[in-house]
């Protein structure tokens, strides 16, 4: 099996910064891209960031310029530095991991448990 974990998760004031990690471990025999995605109360959950194995990035025009993913295939970790943070930032973040567990599977997706980021005077 594959697990997901993350950390860096919190409560911080309007303009300030959290790093999130996400780990994953298990059996995996190569991971593809890698995401980061959130869910605020009430709200369909949204793409933040994601990068390929290959170090390509995308972002939610909404974060653009204020967050960073960046990823060390030799961990199996992603991280996403968020600065600038803004009361709307806040909601729970999964991390997203889409990887083959053997060469013989295909690759699907795996999800954290999420982590609380609250953002908020």
């Known amino acids: 099996q594959v697990q997901l974990v993350e950390s860096g998760g919190g409560l911080v004031q309007p303009g300030g910064s959290l790093r999130l990690s996400c780990v994953a471990s298990g059996t995996i025999f190569s991971i593809r891209a890698m995401g980061w995605y959130r869910q605020a109360p009430g709200k369909q959950r949204e793409l933040v960031a994601t990068?390929?194995?290959?170090?390509?990035?995308t972002y939610a025009d909404s974060v653009k310029g204020r967050f960073t993913i960046s990823r060390d295939n030799a961990k199996n970790t992603v991280d996403l530095q968020m600065n600038s943070l803004k009361p709307e930032d806040t909601a729970v973040y999964y991390c997203n991991v889409n990887l083959k567990r053997l060469p013989q599977l295909p690759p699907r997706d795996y999800w954290g448990q999420g982590t609380q980021v609250t953002v908020s005077s």
């Open positions: 990068i390929t194995s290959g170090g390509t990035t």
